[in-house]
């Protein structure tokens, strides 16, 4: 019947669309995964393109390991069961490392830490970053990260307001609707520097918590892949060395980025 | 009773024999029912094997408070919504040019884009226009995302509201009108007497659809920060990474639906007994 | 403020590429999820129909949880629930391979799987509207099942069903800024990003919201033409 026969060859091209292999290829070419929306370290420019601390360590990174690198953005959100369903190789969007995030994927050494502040309006009566200076106040912060997390712990007695990325808060923030953001204080800087960002300021740095922040950012891979993590350890710590990562740091920092 | 008295035809034959053939049909729906079956019993092993007693006890307050918010949310709306419909529905049908012109371009504008886009042009757009809006004291409103919601959810679901109620009404035949009017009723006392009671009825299903619709539509709030029962289930998922978590939310989602559609063909069915359908 | 008409324009530094790129993506999206769903919304429907209280019973089955559940959750079960499941069944069966499903193909299945439950039921009222004189009328002038179906049926279920289908190919055009949430790169995503970066919200929502206008009136004109094909001037529809 001509029907079934189409219909057969419709399914099997549905099909062929939609399966793909989950592993990593041979190691010649690997997919990365990064945000987009975070800058300095990630981010998109008007033209698409992606730009950042974060995108110019990778392709160092790559270059290292004589790899042919592939940008993919994806959601935070959905960052960590993409690159579980095999969407990418590799995250590299500045993710703490983290104990809740290493049961499910693992990370490789840390390629920079930066510590967390608290951004206010220039105009408020928030001193500190204690709980007590924010008490009643509303905070916002990025969902799913651990300033959230921190924020969420910590600040028991104010409301904390979880966005699905840092511009949005940044948004709401320039729109009055927030007393107090929490995020790595590169990022809230690279805000303040801005025409909206020129609202605010900073307010005070917070201690890093080991639990909650970890030992600083890394690469996260999928769990049990030793070879690619290696790779990029090795690669990491010969960036370090050969003066790359200095000059990649400069262009963003005046300051070492990799911290302790 | 026959009036012959003969032995046999005093016998009651037994009724026909009930054939019931295995047709092709009958295969295919025993077969898809048992692969329902094998769903259902998929989606509760993996519940059962992935049961974490302490995580569920974590997270169970944060659905409930997601469900109320959810519930609040789209109550509000739903009422807010159908007082708003009235006078759009009213301007629709106006012979004013202006009235029915403004009318018809709320009803197409909030009817033709999609909810998503409205929560976001209503939240971070109109919030843009902070200055403006304290100038006219209305930034209080704007600066809650919680009234932000209900302001982009009440105006959809009035433009829905409004065009069931237009049909509603249009359904009552026109005799109804006209039996009014030589009985010497006002406009006004035809409307709440004669034709909303039966408009009613007609609109009875609609408006259920409507309500099962915001139900479903309210999910996406918590992208402007409104944690209902999809954005703590999102954020119980992006905590645990568990997939049970959205299990759990479609679960509940769909005991809230059905009840609510078997509670509105309940009151259907009481409210047309007399129609004999 | 940079002047509007730079950020809008399709150079570089505009974003109005972008959001071209947007539209095709949801025009496209919509269009490929529309042949399965009519599709299987019409098998559920000759399911519901067929008389076999079973095959009933799986059909209302499948409506009941397509309609029951939000398109939203949908979509989230079919992006990171499918590709799950599918593993899980592939280990009980002793093969250890996993599919990767991409946002598009995740917007397709769920908004497939939610169109073809509605669009089951309008299927289900319109074959119900035709009266079984047009069965019996073909079967008296020899046509076979198929081409009963064909000749007869189809034309008039089309005409039935066409204002049911048209309102769920509406909603279907609205339901696909949805994949905005699970990062495919329609209309609302592209305006969002746009938005966020150049903190011009109420703009670009407003063109997000202008261009899902212009696909409604595309859409309700090349619908209306079609139904003036199918409609009959002056007999009883």
């Not at chain 3, 029951?68 to 499918?82: D, I, S, W």
Request: glycine content about 8%; overall charge neutral; some cysteine.
């Amino acid at each position: 019947m001509r029907t079934t026969r189409r219909l057969a060859l419709f399914s099997a091209a549905f099909l062929a669309l939609a399966a793909g292999a989950a592993h990593a290829q041979d190691g010649t070419k690997i997919r990365i995964g990064t945000e987009g929306a975070y800058p300095p370290f990630n981010y998109t420019t008007a033209d698409g393109q992606l730009a950042g601390f974060d995108i110019d360590i990778a392709r160092a990174l790559c270059e290292e390991m004589k790899a042919e690198c592939e940008f993919v953005t994806q959601d935070w959100d959905g960052m960590i069961p993409a690159l579980q369903a095999g969407k990418f190789d590799a995250i590299i969007a500045s993710m703490s490392i983290t104990p809740e995030r290493l049961e499910q994927v693992d990370f490789t050494d840390k390629y920079y830490n930066t510590p967390p502040a608290v951004v206010v309006p220039k105009d408020s009566d928030i001193q500190g970053v204690t709980p007590e200076d924010l008490a009643g106040k509303t905070i916002g912060a990025q969902g799913s990260t651990t300033h959230a997390n921190y924020a969420e712990l910590t600040y028991t007695e104010s409301e904390v307001r979880l966005y699905p990325t840092a511009e949005e808060y940044q948004l709401d923030m320039g729109n009055g609707r927030l007393d107090a953001v929490v995020d790595d204080i590169i990022v809230l800087q690279e805000w303040l520097n801005t025409e909206e960002g020129a609202c605010c300021r900073v307010a005070g740095t917070i201690t890093p918590v080991e639990e909650i922040h970890g030992p600083g950012v890394g690469i996260a891979i999928r769990k049990g892949e030793d070879e690619l993590r290696e790779r990029f350890n090795a690669a990491i710590k010969a960036l370090r060395e050969n003066g790359k990562y200095k000059e990649i740091n400069d262009k963003y920092f005046d300051f070492d980025a990799y911290g302790e | 009773m026959s009036l012959s008295t003969s032995a046999e035809s005093a016998r009651e034959l037994p009724p026909p024999e009930l054939v019931r053939r295995w047709t092709r049909a009958r295969v295919a729906g025993i077969a898809l029912l048992v692969l329902w079956g094998l769903v259902g019993l998929g989606i509760v092993l993996f519940l059962v094997t992935s049961w974490n007693p302490d995580l569920f006890w974590r997270y169970v307050p944060r659905y409930l408070s997601g469900l109320w918010v959810t519930i609040q949310l789209v109550a509000i709306s739903m009422v807010a919504g159908a007082l708003l419909s009235i006078p759009v529905a009213i301007g629709r049908n106006s012979k004013n040019r202006i009235a029915s012109g403004l009318a018809y371009a709320f009803v197409y504008a909030f009817r033709g884009t999609p909810l998503i886009a409205q929560t976001f042009l209503v939240y971070y757009g109109l919030g843009s226009f902070r200055p403006q809006l304290e100038a006219v004291g209305l930034w209080w409103f704007f600066r809650e995302a919680w009234y932000c919601a209900l302001f982009a959810f009440t105006l959809n679901t009035a433009a829905y509201q409004a065009e069931i109620l237009r049909g509603a009404v249009a359904s009552v035949g026109r005799g109804q009108w006209e039996a009014a009017a030589a009985l010497g009723l006002s406009r006004l006392t035809t409307l709440r007497k004669i034709i909303l009671p039966q408009a009613f009825l007609v609109a009875l299903r609609p408006y259920g659809n409507e309500l099962i619709l915001l139900i479903k539509g309210s999910a996406i709030v918590a992208i402007i920060t409104v944690y209902d029962l999809m954005g703590e289930t999102r954020r119980a998922y992006a905590g645990t990474f568990d997939f049970q978590t959205y299990i759990w939310a479609a679960l509940i989602y769909l005991g809230m639906v059905e009840i609510l559609r078997i509670a509105i063909e309940r009151i259907e069915r009481r409210l047309t007994r007399h129609l004999g359908r | 403020m940079e002047s509007v008409l730079t950020i809008l324009s399709f150079g570089p530094e505009g974003w109005g590429d972008d959001i071209a790129t947007g539209m095709m993506v949801t025009v496209s999206l919509a269009l490929a999820t529309l042949p399965f769903g009519l599709v299987a919304g019409y098998a559920i429907a000759r399911g519901k129909l067929l008389g076999d209280p079973y095959l009933r019973a799986a059909a209302d089955i499948y409506t009941t949880i397509f309609r029951g559940l939000p398109e939203l959750l949908t979509l989230f079960l079919v992006y990171y629930g499918a590709g799950i499941a599918v593993r899980q069944v592939m280990r009980l069966a002793g093969a250890d391979t996993a599919i990767e499903i991409n946002a598009f193909v995740a917007g397709m299945i769920a908004l497939g799987a939610v169109f073809s439950a509605y669009a089951s039921e309008v299927f289900v009222s319109a074959f119900k509207a035709i009266p079984r004189g047009q069965y019996e009328g073909a079967y008296a002038i020899g046509l076979s099942h198929r081409r009963t179906m064909r000749l007869v049926i189809w034309p008039q279920l089309i005409r039935l069903a066409l204002p049911g289908l048209s309102n769920l190919w509406m909603i279907l055009l609205k339901d696909t800024a949805l994949v905005s949430v699970i990062g495919l790169a329609d209309i609302l995503r592209q305006t969002s990003i746009a938005a966020r970066v150049t903190r011009e919200a109420f703009l670009f929502f407003l063109v997000a919201c202008l261009l899902y206008l212009v696909l409604a009136l595309l859409s309700s004109i090349v619908l209306s033409a079609i139904e003036r094909r199918v409609t009959i001037e002056g007999a009883r529809q």
